[in-house]
């Protein structure tokens, strides 16, 4: 049998074999197909015989989908070894608590920290730096990003700072650590925001150069790709993004932990939009 803890401590081999074992795996392309024909009751059952939780009394799908990304994240937190890297594949929870904290602050109101998701930092860590306004418990790298951003008024430009802050640390901790597979999946996966929002921008009939604070630091879609059809953005850039994860899948570390969480956070992403049709449907009275 393979030792998977070496001295007590775990190692990747532990958390790969984990991962292979798991109850909570990616769902399959021919189950995602089986959802999508079914109607949404169906689709609610065939959920949970994937291994979804159930539905409970007072609840909706979307507290399942929920909860179900929420033991993913806690089953990564328990298998990786390494910790501070394990951190900043959460860098995307850990930006939204910290704008509904500053946003609650400045309406003055207290955030429910049991309605937070789970980051890789600490929610309470988190709150007391909103209300010390100073950052420096989260680093030097957050420190000098958020510096005075409760002085900023305006909520787009909070959450795209916040957005910018989180990332910018995650991508810069993990090229510190040489940690290619994370330096490579948060380069890829910035570019690929950066093109949706450049696409979002220019939807809502916006010159993204006047936006330029809603860019991650990474590289950002030329004149040519802007100008390519909604379609063809969404297309490649879902081949760039399985394209990283594919490769990172290959490898035998801290790569293949972020390729199953990424995986996982993208079918939870999938589903909600899947039940969110099915309902939209159903309310018209069309047929699945």
Known sequence: MTEYNVYGKKSYAYALGRISGTSHRVLRAEEFARLREADGE???????DYGYPAVADGKTVYDAIEAE??????FVREIAPDEELTQLLFFEEDALNLKILLKSEKLGKEA?????????????????????????????TLEAALSGI?????????SCLVDNAMFSYALFTAQKKNCRPLAELFTVYGECKNRLTALRLTKLGKNAEE??????PVKKPDEAEIRKSEAEILQETDKALDNVLTDLGYGDGIGVIAQYYFRKKAEAGA??????EKRAEESRG???
């Open 286 to 288: 069309d047929t699945v």
């Open 150 to 158: 409760e002085k900023e008024e305006n909520p787009c430009r909070i």
């Open 211 to 216: 936006f330029d604070f809603a860019f991650l």
């Open 42 to 48: 169906t689709a609610q059952k065939l959920l949970t």
């Open 69 to 74: 990304k929420n033991a993913v994240s806690a």
């Open 271 to 276: 589903l909600r939009l899947l039940f969110a």
């Open 112 to 140: 429910d920290l049991d309605t937070l998701c789970e980051g890789g930092f600490s929610k309470e860590l988190l709150r007391i730096c909103v209300k010390a306004e100073e950052y420096s418990m989260l680093g030097e």
